[in-house]
């Protein structure tokens, strides 16, 4: 769990989530940019970048091996 800090309104913010827009649900300050922090025992949370997956295109050899198999 979450919590950033709205310096707007003086709340916190809490989510589960570390993705995506994030907006303080009392005064509706964005929060996106804000720092982390460990909504139990209040400790900043430093996220690694995650790289993007690499998708690779299907290829025509699949079709080839189901009838290979089945005969």
């Known amino acids: ?4 800090n709205c310096d707007r309104c003086n709340r916190p913010s809490f989510s589960s989530s570390e993705q995506g827009e994030w907006l303080c649900p009392v005064c509706g300050n964005d929060l996106t940019r804000y720092p982390f922090f460990n909504a139990i025992n209040l400790e900043k949370v430093v996220l690694k970048h995650r790289r993007k997956r690499q998708t690779y ?7 080839g091996l189901s009838s290979d198999l089945w005969g």
């Open 57 to 63: 295109p299907k290829t025509s050899q699949s079709k």
């Open 1 to 4: 769990m979450y919590r950033k």
